[in-house]
């Protein structure tokens, strides 16, 4: 399931970076929002591989790995300005009109992110796959309720 979960959120990252609209609009909100992400994803899918013992455990590395996106997790937020829904987002109005939900779903991330770099100090391997799950339910739940399809 965790392998099918990751492939999914690789494809979808890949076809955003294929998306043929550019982002023209004053400062790009977009365009940040979305390296942003891409950022986050060069930290998730490492520790990913790990977790599902693809590439072998190495403690530093996965909390180097951590580390980097905790710090990422509070950064594209302020990006879903409300100028900021056009094309080439992939954001469904969900963000716009339900901002207390959206608010819960970034907290829910960020929160996951700190408690996994917490794990990840400890070394307990069958914790941190929990956590790293748990981090990875998080971007899930959000991405089923506030993106959609590339506009």
């Known amino acids: 399931m965790m392998i099918k979960l990751s492939v999914i959120l690789l494809a979808c990252f890949a076809l955003a970076s294929c998306s043929s609209n550019e982002d023209t609009h004053k400062g790009q909100p977009v365009t940040k929002r979305k390296a942003v992400f891409k950022e986050m994803l ?34 594209p937020w302020h990006y879903f300005t409300p100028d900021s829904n056009y094309a080439p987002t992939r954001a469904k109005p969900d963000v716009w009109d339900k901002p207390v ?51």
């Open 42 to 75: 060069r930290s998730f899918e490492p520790m990913g591989l790990m977790v599902r013992e693809r590439n072998p455990y190495n403690a530093a590395e996965f909390l180097k790995y951590a580390e980097a996106l905790q710090a990422l997790s509070s950064q």
């Open 101 to 151: 939900e959206f608010k819960q779903a970034q907290q829910h991330f960020m929160d996951a992110s700190t408690v996994l770099v917490s794990t990840a100090k400890t070394g307990d391997f069958s914790k941190i796959k929990h956590d790293y799950a748990a981090v990875e339910d998080s971007c899930k739940a959000c991405h089923q309720q506030f993106r959609g399809i590339p506009r």
